[in-house]
Structure formats: C-alpha cells, structure tokens
C-alpha cells in the first residue's frame, strides 16, 4: 500500500502543488481549489476500515505521505485530516468528511452533556469543518468533535510561514460526537498525534531542502569553480546530510511504532530528532545559498519557514526531551540500554 | 539521492531472541567486572574473554559453517556485538577479525587462507590487527609507502605502519602495500596477510594521552611472506578496502563508546532529574535510538550484499559526535570533578572518556574525511 500511496500522492504533488499555490495559500489564507482536488484524491479517509469506505492503512503506509507533504510544503490540513480519521475510526466514530483539526492544547469543561473552554492553536483551525479535542478524566478520557460553526475564533494566528494557528471559545455547546478514548490510547494522543505527522513533515521538507541546497553548491561558481568543491561547504553539506538521513529514519520509526496507538517513545525519539534537525538543516541551507536564498522570490523559504514553524508545534524538542528524560531517569541506568533495544520502559 | 538509503529496518525475531541468552552470559561472565574498564569498551583486551565467545559460537559467527562459523544472519550478529558494547565487556582481542578480518578473508581470500584462518578466528583464538596508516599517511591513505617486492616465490615486505591497535597483541596484520607503481595512486595497491611473529618485524608502543599503549608503530625490514600471502587480487587493494569500510564504520562501537558514561551518568542524576538534566538525558535517549536505527538500516544493506559506503560514513560522523557529546554534557549537568585516581567511580569513568573522547572522531576516518565522502555521495546514484 506503501508504494501506491506514495507515488500517487507525489505525482499529485508534483502536478498541483507549485511555488504559486502555496504562496497563494499564504497570502489569501487558504487555497480553497487546492484543498477540493487534494480532497477528491481519498487520503483523509487512509486509515478509516475498508467496510467503512477507507483503505485500512497503518501509519507505517502514511509516513511517506507527511514526508512528501512537508517536501511540497503543502499548505493544507491533510495530515491532520488523517489522523483525525483514525482516532475517530479508534472510537467507534463514522469517518468525517472534509478539512478536520484537533486541538492538542485545550482547556475544555463538561457541565452536563454541554462544553465550555478554550481550544489553542488549531491548525488550519478556521478552514475546517470539524475539530476534535481530548478532555483528560481519571476514569477514561473523552474525545469529543465540535463542528467549526459551533465555536467562535479567539484569535486568528499564523505560523511563521502564514500557516493558520487559530484559538476558539467554546461556549455552552453540545458535541457533534463523544467518545471514551479506548485503552491504551492515552490523554495526550493528540500533542503525540502531532509530534508523530510534524516529524515525517519536517524530515520531507530538510530533505526537498538538502536537495536543493546540493544542486546549489554544485551550480553556484566563485573563485573559478562550484562552490560545493570547497571544504567548507562540504562539511555544511554533510553535516546537514547527516541530520536528514537521522530525521528520516527517526521518523519512519515513529511512524512504524505506533500501530495500536500513537506511541510515545518512538514519537518523541522523533520530534527530539527532527525538531533539532530542522534548525541545524535550515540554518545550513541558507548559509550555502547565500544572499539568493534570503529573497522571497527563491523558494528555499517556503520550507524553512515551515521547519521554523514545525520544529515548535506539538511540543518542541525540549518539550519531549524533558518528557523522555524523565522517563528514562524514572526507570534508572539498569532499564535503559533494555528499553533501547525493546523500544519502551514498561518491561524490565 | 543518497539519503534514500536509509530505510528503516527492525531486527528479525530469531536475531532478536538471541538477546536474552548474551545478556545473561555477560550477566553471569562480568559478574565481578567493574565499570571503569567497562568504559575502555572495544578497547578492552582479554584474549580467554574472546576463547569463550568462540566457544559459545558468537566469535565470527557469520562465516560459513564449514569454516567454523554458524552463517548466522547479520542481524543475529548486531544483537551479540550491541550486547557486548553496551556491557563494556573486553571485545577488543577479536573486535578486528570478527568485524573485518574474517569477512575480507571469506570474501577475497584463497581456499588455503580460508581453511586456515577463518576455522580459528571462529573459536576466538585467532587475533587480527589493521594495518592502514603510516607516519606520512593518515587521511590520504592512497599515499601509503610500504612497499612489497616480488622475489622469487616470496614477497619482501619493507616499511612502517602507525596507529596500530593491539599489533602487540595480534597473530597477523592485514597490512596494505604497494606492490607496483602506477600513475594513479589508488592502483598498485595489495592487501597482504603478514604474521607478526616473522623476523624483520618491530612492534614498538605508542603512549596515548592517558598513558596507556594500546596502539603502536610497526616497522617490517625485509620481512619475507609467502607469495599467497595477498588477499585477493594484487593491484586491487584500493577497492577492497574501500569495500571493507562500510563494515568498519556502521557498527554500533560507532556510538557505543561512551556508553558505560551515559549510564552511569543516568545514575549520579537519579530518579528526579532538574529541567536541564531532563533535557539532555532526554535528547541523548533519541539520538542513540536513532543512531542505533540507522545503523540497523545500513546492516539491512550489508546483508543483502551490498556495500553503503556513503551511509555508513553517516553512521560514523553522526555517531562520533553523540559519543563525544557525553563526556561534555556529563562535566555540564553534574557539579562534579573528573578524578584519575580517587573520588568515585563516575568521576573515574568521566576522567576517561573525556581524555579518550578525542580519538572517538580520529579512529577509523577521521570526520573531515567521512564528511568529504558524504558531501561528494550527494546526488550520486
């Protein structure tokens, strides 16, 4: 399934998704005729049952699509759509159609059957006609979906690369749909679910820009010759290089880990790793590209500044470091090389 | 692009089941062991350690069965050598032979070198060391000086080679020589098997830093070898080392050596970690993981025949600097001095690693070189 995904999503990618759209999408705020021919492609329904008119996929078949989303710079909730499909699927909920977020950030009460609170940066938040959010509870926790016409904007926010972030009043509204959050799924899967799509992004949008940045340095001449025969840039190169083969493989792992649910170690491995990448790689790439890749008109902006954006979303590198740290010194030096090589703490 | 290389891979379940029989070996072998010569990792020499190994079957355990291997999978290898490392056990008297040595012999060597080294490397008494650099030859290895002249049926070997781990301790080096001239230095080259215990042939220490010898200088004057002495094809010796790379620099003692530190680290910190030293146990977690994937990745390569050179130069580089990244952060997060003799176990165990950090990123390629290979493999293939 992996491959077909693959290639279809890349080929629309390729045909669709240029420089023009995506800054069209920045400056008018969403690119309404992009979304609806992205839509008619099926992906937001990828990993919902076949009976129940998806593909049955696992995250492991997704993660070249978030990669290839993020090498594209693709300015649209697909990911999110995705994942909202499959906690959904998880919970017993009939797929929903159309641009879905979640709110991984939310201070949300249940008086009665009715909500009130605050929903925080929720991607695309506006463009969306439904967005689910997790309320934590002792006994089991609730995922609830709100339709976007049932809440009011707080605030309309944007990323750094013009990506709506927006944050929503809740008041006095009954659910679309609730649900008990099935074991092991745990309270905070949607910061995870997050984490988990932000990695594969940005590992797809280091290496669109690693490829860039080489071709670059093999074209660019001073001093007689490419500017990629110089040591210097050489090692900028490679040290980039090596940040981008970690991002991939640290995010294909996440990715393969998180069968049942979104799993913890292997997505936070991820962020840490991707989120760290991004600043070294976008720092490196701008520095080859010199004056050139500063402009707006070059388009290595378009995936630095999602990167810059990304690398914080979902919790930063330091949010989960200090999330695995803990874990790690909780569970002391004789569990850890064992929960290395299990991939979690729980056994030894 | 050459990134597409790395393709996640896990560890097959047959491999994987070995882990638990290694680990209570070690458990039970290094029972009395302590930390601080944990921390010389697969520097660490014990030639009855390596016996047992090979009795246990785990001593060049890829090679073929009738050489005396078990034609294990490369993963089964993975789990045995990991589990050695990340114990600190005392690797280093077979390391050589069982990562290269034998592989290069199976590979390119004649049915007599095979008949008579790979049957005892496998029952781990048969040592190896690697004979590359030279006093005037360390990065640009293609510069190489000692040279072998044809005589009759025999080889007459003249030069030094520097930097040599364990030729004090070894039966044989794989040594690489010129054996003709050519305009393109990388041609002319052969790779040789020489017993060190011919005439001709001085070992001498070389003192690290720290004080201790674990490498030294060999001078060969006229020393005779046998005309079969060369491992596969005279002239080709370039290329067969280039090949042999990918198995010298994807391994896990890559990012391993610092790992007697990380653990002792995670205990002098304890159960309730401050926000900084959360952190940075947390980031060290991730990046060996990931550091142990992608090695995993180029291990899925190797066995299916192939030779990454270019990712395992990625393992390397990326791994160096993990490694030598703990001994920093150790000396950050603890105020605690490093101790050469006295104070407490940790203190000794940082006192090392910082002292032997440098090396981490100088042995085996140095990363100016691996990131020269890495930057020109972009775009290739």
Do not use: D, P
């Given at each position: 399934m992996r491959e077909i995904f693959d290639s279809t999503i890349e080929r629309f990618f390729q045909d669709t998704v240029d420089t023009e759209q995506v800054l069209l999408a920045e400056k008018e705020g969403w690119n309404g005729t992009l979304w609806t021919s992205l839509d008619e492609l099926g992906f937001t329904y990828a990993m919902v049952a076949e009976k129940a008119g998806g593909a049955g996929a696992s995250w492991s078949d997704l993660c070249g699509v978030a990669r290839l989303a993020g090498s594209y710079a693709l300015p649209l909730p697909l990911c999110e759509s995705i994942f909202v499909n499959y906690l959904l699927s998880k919970c017993n909920i009939a797929p929903l159609t159309g641009a879905l977020s979640f709110a991984a950030k939310s201070e949300l009460r249940l008086n009665g059957d009715k909500l009130n609170g605050i929903l925080h940066d929720v991607p695309w938040g506006r463009y969306t006609q439904h967005i689910i959010a997790v309320v934590p509870n002792d006994d089991c926790n609730q995922l609830f979906v709100l339709s976007r016409e049932q809440i009011k904007i707080l605030e309309e926010a944007y990323n750094v690369a013009g990506e709506a972030r927006d944050s929503f009043v809740v008041e006095n509204i009954s659910p679309v749909f609730c649900a008990a959050l099935p074991a092991p799924i745990s309270s905070n899967v949607l910061m995870l679910g997050g984490a988990m799509l932000r990695s594969a992004q940005m590992a797809g949008a280091m290496h669109k820009a690693m490829t860039i940045t080489h071709e670059y340095a093999s074209e660019r001449v001073q001093f007689g010759r490419p500017i990629g025969s110089f040591q210097a840039i050489q090692h900028q190169l490679a040290q980039m290089a090596e940040h981008v083969s970690a991002s991939v493989i640290a995010a294909e792992a996440g990715f393969s880990a998180s069968s049942g649910t979104v799993d913890a170690l292997g997505v936070s491995t991820a962020k840490i790793c991707t989120s760290e990448a991004a600043g070294v790689g976008a720092s490196i790439a701008h520095a080859v590209h010199g004056a050139i890749g500063f402009t707006h008109e070059h388009p290595l902006h378009l995936l630095t500044r999602r990167l810059w954006s990304w690398r914080s979303e979902f919790g930063s590198e330091t949010y989960w470091a200090k999330h695995l740290g803990d874990a790690v010194c909780k569970h002391g030096a004789d569990n850890f090389w064992p929960a290395v090589t299990a991939g979690h703490f729980d056994t030894v | 692009m050459s990134i597409e290389n790395f393709k996640y891979s896990t560890i097959p379940a047959e491999a994987e089941a070995l882990r638990a029989e290694v680990r209570a070996f070690l458990k039970q072998e290094l029972s009395d062991f302590p930390n601080i010569k944990r921390a010389d990792s697969w520097i660490g020499f014990d030639a009855g350690f390596s016996r047992k190994l090979g009795q246990r079957g785990w001593v060049g355990m890829s090679l073929p069965k009738r050489y005396g291997g078990s034609e294990a999978s490369a993963f089964s290898r993975y789990v045995i050598i990991e589990e050695l490392l990340a114990a600190g056990a005392p690797v280093s008297a077979h390391w050589f032979s069982d990562r290269q040595s034998g592989p290069q012999i199976l590979k390119f060597g004649t049915d007599a070198q095979k008949n008579f080294h790979l049957p005892a490397i496998c029952r781990g008494e048969q040592f190896f060391c690697i004979g590359m650099s030279e006093p005037n030859s360390g990065s640009d290895l293609a510069s190489i000086k000692s040279r072998a002249i044809r005589q009759g049926n025999k080889w007459i070997v003249n030069g030094q080679k520097v930097w040599t781990t364990n030729a004090h301790l070894s039966h044989y080096m794989i040594a690489l020589v010129r054996t003709s001239e050519s305009e393109k230095r990388q041609q002319g080259l052969s790779q040789v098997i020489i017993d060190l215990s011919l005439p001709g042939i001085t070992i001498r220490p070389i003192k690290d830093l720290t004080g201790r010898a674990h490498f030294n200088e060999v001078f060969f004057d006229n020393v005779e070898i046998d005309e079969?002495?060369?491992?596969?094809?005279?002239?080709?010796g370039w290329s067969q080392v280039t090949a042999e790379l990918a198995m010298e620099r994807s391994g896990p003692e890559r990012f391993l050596s610092s790992m007697i530190l990380l653990n002792s680290l995670i205990d002098v910190i304890g159960n309730n970690p401050d926000a900084l030293q959360a952190k940075e146990i947390g980031r060290l977690t991730a990046k060996l993981i990931t550091l142990r994937n992608m090695s995993l990745s180029v291990t899925q390569e190797l066995s299916e025949g192939k030779s990454p050179v270019w990712a395992a130069s990625c393992v390397k580089a990326f791994g160096a600097t993990f490694e030598q990244e703990i001994p920093e952060l150790a000396q950050a997060l603890c105020d605690l001095s490093p101790c050469s003799v006295g104070g407490s176990e940790h203190a000794q165990i940082l006192a090392y690693l910082m002292q032997m950090a440098p090396s981490f990123s100088l042995r085996g390629g140095t990363r100016e070189i691996l990131r020269g290979i890495i930057a020109r493999g972009l775009g290739a293939n």
């Open positions: - | 079969n002495a060369i491992i596969g094809t005279e002239g080709q």
